[in-house]
C-alpha cells in the first residue's frame, strides 16, 4: 500500500571485539533506506564455518507475504511449530493461527537433493566469505509457505511434498484446505504468487526447463 514494501534485510558488522555480528530483520520499508517498521529481529554472531545456522536464522528463516492494504503475515521455518502471526502496517499483532502438526522426517533423497540445491544456489549467486556445507533439518517444516490474497491467508504444509494449502480468513478461521492435484514431481520446490488477481507458481529447482503455472479454483 501507499508504494510500500516488505523486505528482509542482513547485514554482517563488526562488533568492536574484533568479531562479526549478523543482524537480520524482517522490515516494511515506505521511504528511505531504513525501515519504518521492523516486524521480527535477530542478532547472532558470525561463524564463517557455520553456513547452515547462518542461513536457517536468516533467507531460510522464514517466509512473509504482504496485501495490498499494508497487512503482512509471517511464518518461522521450523519443523516445531505451526504459527502464523499477522501485523497491520503499524507493526500491530492482529492475528495469530495456529494448528497442530506432526513432525514428519525427511528421506534421504530428500536431504541430498535440498543439500545439492542449496549449495549450487549459494555457489552462483557467487557466496564469498563462508564453507558453502549445508547440512539440512532431517524434519520437515511444518509451513513451507505464506500467501495472502487480501482477504485470505493461504499457508502451504511443510509436511507434505504436494503442494496443500490451509485456507484461513483474517480472523483465523480455516475455510477451506487446497490440493494442486497431479504436481510435478519437482512440486517441493515449486514457489507460489497468489494475490486477488489468482496463482501462479514455478519451480525454483526445475527437473528439465522452466514453466510458469496458472492454476484456478474449482
Not at 11 to 31: A, C, H, K, M, S
Not at 55 to 63: A, E, P, S
Not at 98 to 105: F, G, L, R, S, Y
Amino acid at each position: 500500500d501507499d508504494s510500500a514494501y516488505v523486505a528482509q534485510r542482513l547485514e554482517v558488522l563488526p562488533d568492536g571485539n574484533g568479531d562479526l555480528t549478523v543482524q537480520t530483520f524482517v522490515g516494511r520499508y515506505e521511504l528511505g533506506e531504513e525501515p519504518a517498521v521492523k516486524y521480527w529481529e535477530y542478532e547472532f554472531p558470525f561463524d564463517p564455518n557455520d553456513l547452515t545456522e547462518l542461513l536457517r536464522n536468516t533467507m531460510m528463516g522464514h517466509t512473509f507475504a504482504a496485501d495490498r492494504q499494508g497487512n503482512m503475515f509471517m511464518a518461522e521455518l521450523t519443523s516445531e511449530e505451526y504459527l502464523v502471526q499477522g501485523f497491520r502496517p503499524t507493526g500491530e499483532l492482529f492475528i495469530e493461527i495456529t494448528a497442530d502438526a506432526e513432525q514428519v522426517q525427511k528421506t534421504p533423497e530428500e536431504m541430498e537433493e535440498e543439500e545439492v540445491y542449496v549449495e549450487s544456489y549459494l555457489e552462483s549467486m557467487g557466496a564469498s566469505g563462508v564453507v558453502i556445507d549445508y547440512h539440512p533439518d532431517p524434519l520437515r517444516n511444518t509451513i513451507s509457505e505464506v500467501e495472502t490474497d487480501g482477504e485470505r491467508v493461504w499457508v502451504r504444509r511443510g509436511t507434505v511434498l504436494e503442494p496443500v494449502f490451509d485456507v484461513y480468513d483474517y480472523s483465523g478461521e480455516l475455510l477451506f484446505i487446497a490440493e494442486v492435484p497431479d504436481a510435478d514431481t519437482d512440486a517441493p520446490f515449486w514457489d507460489f504468487n497468489i494475490d486477488e488477481q489468482g496463482v501462479t507458481a514455478f519451480s525454483m529447482n526445475p527437473e528439465l526447463f522452466q514453466q510458469v503455472y496458472v492454476l484456478e479454483l474449482p
